[in-house]
Every structure is written in structure tokens, then in C-alpha cells.
């Protein structure tokens, strides 16, 4: 007879496993049964506004804030317990924390303290960490002689330097200018792609996140609201806080009417479906301001009604318009990519003709 465990096909295990992780601080609980799985070489961002909870479950993997319930395992081997120095772990702060009486070289350096490495060896690494973070002729500088971007790129090497099994990122790029932020973002985006390291990385700010995760963990009141890839999560949030939290949104209060129908105002809103909601729930219709078409229709357009433009405000890449729409008595948010949109003539107090297209719109109770 054939072993089937011969055959069995076995999942890759997780390079993180997180169950039922919690944490309090006095009264204050800032982790609420957390599980979460981290497959190897993801570069995973946990992204939730001020006290969500995603710096204390970053800092209860490295070991810097022990939690008080819970497991968490490295490749499978239970770091739970384990202090700070026997997690296989490097970690950049937000603050940089590099050592000011240090050169660039020393600071990097100090990553390989208790190595195997020959003092050759060890400066052959920080001479390829430097090289490789773009800062090739600085190793005898110190950091007050370099600006944020290069202190920021030199506690990344330092991370780096022991060729750790998990790189934490404690909001790194928030101190920078946006011009400088952009262009870290990206290179640390390439460097993580290059060396494979599976890499977790807290902020608050939902454009980085988006841009640079692989899957974003988003976090509210110490609990994981929802788990996904950035179009996932920004498509088709799962709670009516991550639809506002990532990037704007327009909700509308309704109720529903049928199947594929909520009452809004004066009209009937066409809408895919109404499962898990009942006839008579109140309900939020939402939909992307880059979401709602502005045109001519004809009578086979479903949710077209007129709006009036109340405001409008040049933003670049696109026309910010504030519109009133009467037939649902709502103010709406668009975004309208190219002036003149549908042969119209955008500009304060003009009314449109617009469409709420029914897979744009996402119900929540």
C-alpha cells in the first residue's frame, strides 16, 4: 500500500505565525487576540490610524513589548519567551538610533558584534551593506554630518548587517521631506526585492503602504479589520472603516429596497446585490470620488441624476469637484480626471449628468 504522507502535498511554513496574541498596558488593551500568518520573503505593511495597535504588535515580535497572552512562532520555533537577543530579527527605527560618536562604518559594523566573522570579513561587509544602500564614500563620515535620507539608509544597512530572517520597520520614512521619503520608499522596495528578507513595516501613511506592500494588514482598536493585497483592501474593503480609512470615500445613507436595489432620496439605486442585508436596513452606499463617471448617458444608464458643482480645486493629475446632488439630497466628492469631461463645461455652479456605476458601489450596514 502507498504512504500518502509520501505524497501529500505540504503547505511551505510561515516565516511568522502569530495566534491569539495579546496585549494590555494597565487598562488599556492595545492587542485583542491578534492571528496572523507571514509567509517567507513578503514584505507585509500593518497600516492603522494612532493607537491601532500596529506598533505594540511589532514591537511584541521583536520582543521589546512581551505580550501577555498569545504565541508567536519564527519558522517554526516558538520565540514567545525568548529576550530581545535571541530573536532573529533586525529592526530600524522611526528615530534612526544610531550611535552619534560612531563613523557610518562603526554604526553598520556594530550589526555583526558577536559574529564568526574575521575583522576582513566584517569590513568587507559593511563596505558591501554601504554600497548597497547607496552610500559608497561614506563609511568615515558620522551621522550628524549626513542628512535623513543617508542616517535613515545607514540604520537599514545596520539591520541588515547580520543577514537577519526578519527585517521590522518601525515607520522609518515618516521623519523625511516627501521628495526624500518617495525615493527611500522605492529603493527600500528594490533592496527587500533583492535580498528576499521577509520584511513587516508599521505606518500610518496609506499611499506608502499601498505602493510598496505585498499585503497590507489593516488595524483598528487593537483587532485586524481586514487582510489583503492593495488592491484588495483598497477595492473591496471588507468594514466600512477600511473603505474610509484608505483613501477617500463617498458614503450614502439608504435603505434597502430589493435584491439589487436601495432607496436613497428620491430614486432607487441599483446596486449588484443586497446579500446579508435585509428589506428595511439602513445601509451606506460607497463609492471612490475616481469612481463616479460624469458624461452624457442615455436612458439605459442606471444611477444617473444631475449634480451641481458647489466647489472645485486644482489638484495636478485632477479637478476636485464638491457637487449637490438633489434627486438623493447628497453632497458628492469626484474626482475628474480631464477638464471637459463628457463635453461639459466644469466650473463653479454648471450641472453635470452623472452615473453611480452599481460594481463601483460597496453596501455596509
Not at 73 to 82: A, E, F, K, P, V
Not at 233 to 254: C, E, Q, Y
Amino acid at each position: 500500500m502507498q504512504d500518502l504522507s509520501d505524497t501529500a502535498q505540504t503547505a511551505p511554513m510561515p516565516a511568522l505565525q502569530i495566534s491569539g496574541l495579546s496585549k494590555s498596558f494597565g487598562t488599556f488593551t492595545a492587542l485583542k487576540g491578534i492571528d496572523l500568518a507571514i509567509e517567507k520573503g513578503e514584505f507585509v505593511c500593518f497600516l492603522g490610524p494612532s493607537g491601532c495597535g500596529k506598533t505594540t504588535l511589532l514591537r511584541a515580535i521583536a520582543g521589546l513589548d512581551v505580550q501577555d497572552y498569545g504565541t508567536i512562532l519564527q519558522n517554526g520555533r516558538d520565540i514567545s519567551g525568548l529576550p530581545v537577543h535571541g530573536r532573529d530579527f533586525g529592526i530600524v527605527f522611526q528615530s534612526y538610533a544610531l550611535f552619534p560618536n560612531l563613523s557610518v562604518a562603526r554604526n553598520v559594523g556594530f550589526g555583526l558584534r558577536g559574529s564568526d566573522l574575521t575583522r576582513a570579513q566584517r569590513k568587507a561587509r559593511v563596505a558591501e551593506l554601504l554600497s548597497m544602500v547607496g552610500l559608497d564614500g561614506q563609511a568615515e563620515k558620522y551621522p550628524a554630518q549626513l542628512s535623513g535620507g543617508q542616517q535613515q539608509r545607514v540604520a537599514l544597512a545596520r539591520a541588515l548587517a547580520p543577514s537577519p530572517g526578519l527585517l521590522l520597520l518601525d515607520e522609518p520614512l515618516s521623519a523625511l521631506d516627501a521628495q526624500v521619503r518617495l525615493h527611500l520608499r522605492d529603493q527600500l522596495r528594490q533592496l527587500q526585492r533583492d535580498l528576499g528578507v521577509t520584511t513587516i513595516m508599521v505606518t500610518h501613511d496609506q499611499d506608502e503602504a499601498l505602493s510598496i506592500a505585498d499585503r497590507i494588514v489593516v488595524m483598528r482598536q487593537g483587532e485586524i479589520e481586514q487582510i489583503g493585497t492593495p488592491e484588495e483592501v483598497f477595492r473591496h474593503p471588507a468594514t466600512a472603516f477600511v473603505a474610509g480609512f484608505l483613501g477617500d470615500m463617498n458614503f450614502i445613507p439608504g435603505t434597502v429596497a430589493s435584491e439589487n436595489s436601495v432607496s436613497v432620496g428620491q430614486i432607487a439605486v441599483k446596486v449588484p446585490d443586497t446579500t446579508g442585508h435585509d428589506r428595511g436596513d439602513r445601509v451606506n452606499l460607497c463609492i471612490r470620488p475616481a469612481d463616479i463617471m460624469v458624461g452624457k448617458f442615455g436612458d439605459e444608464t442606471p444611477n444617473r441624476m444631475d449634480a451641481k458643482v458647489e466647489s472645485m480645486s486644482f489638484r495636478g493629475n485632477f479637478h476636485q469637484l464638491s457637487v449637490f446632488c438633489p434627486a438623493i439630497s447628497q453632497n458628492l466628492e469626484i474626482e475628474l480626471r480631464h477638464q471637459g469631461q463628457g463635453g461639459h463645461s466644469i466650473c463653479e455652479g454648471a450641472t453635470l449628468t452623472i452615473a453611480l456605476s452599481p460594481e463601483k458601489l460597496v453596501i455596509f450596514a
